[in-house]
């Protein structure tokens, strides 16, 4: 029975692994995911951006709006607000600038590498005792955009 057991000694020294085939079938598949993926991480990591821009207006838009009820006019600066400058807590988060500008105007500029300078600007209404904002205006992608802040084409 010499026969059997060299066979299975080469049975047993023989490498397992994968072929260049397989190897290349699984890069093939991982590039194909990142193509898919890549450009909708990116959209997601823009729109996640513009949600912190809108959340820092929010203040703002609560002066501007005190300002009105109060003088029953709009604000044409940022002192007449009550604020100076950005908050220093959203200068990090993708915000360049908050201006608020005549008829109490907010425009809000980014910062953010995939919105360089882009803005959108919050148009204060006052109706029915309450204000109210549209946010269409600005130069920032629709496709971005909240879906509240999007103009209809």
Known sequence: MP???????????????????????????MSIIVLIGLPAYLDYRTRAAVSDMIVAVAGIKNNVAEFYILNNDWPDNMNEAGMTGVPTDYANKGVQSIDVNAGGVIVITSNVASLEGDTIEFQPTFQDNRVSWDCTGGTLDSRFRPPSCRTTP
């Open 3 to 29: 026969e059997p057991m060299r066979m299975r000694k080469a049975r047993n020294n023989r490498q397992g692994g994968f072929s260049i085939i397989e190897l290349m079938l699984v890069i093939l598949i």
